[in-house]
């Protein structure tokens, strides 16, 4: 049997995918809506990118707390 995978490539961009999740419930969809609202926010953008977006927010510990958990939902979508 086979593994499947996704590709990195072939994965919606993570900054795409968030602001994707505004109207959810939740810390996720908490941060989602700040990004979408944001012109700055990496909507192409990569985790790592987000991050760097938050940090410079000088975003509180729920906000890092919520990318890590759209993180592990972004992989698992």
């Known amino acids: 049997m086979a593994t499947a995978y996704i590709d ?7 900054g795409a995918w968030l602001v994707k ?4 419930r939740g810390f996720v969809a908490q941060l ?5 609202k944001d012109r700055s926010f990496p ?4 985790v ?6 938050l940090q410079a927010q000088r975003a509180s510990g729920d906000d890092w707390e919520a990318l890590d958990d759209a993180e592990s939902a ?3 979508s």
């Open 8 to 14: 990195e490539a072939d994965r919606q961009p993570f």
């Open 21 to 24: 999740q505004t109207g959810a």
């Open 32 to 36: 989602a809506d700040s990004a979408a």
């Open 43 to 46: 909507r192409a953008g990569t």
């Open 48 to 53: 790592e990118d987000a991050r760097n977006w």
């Open 74 to 76: 972004w992989l698992a």
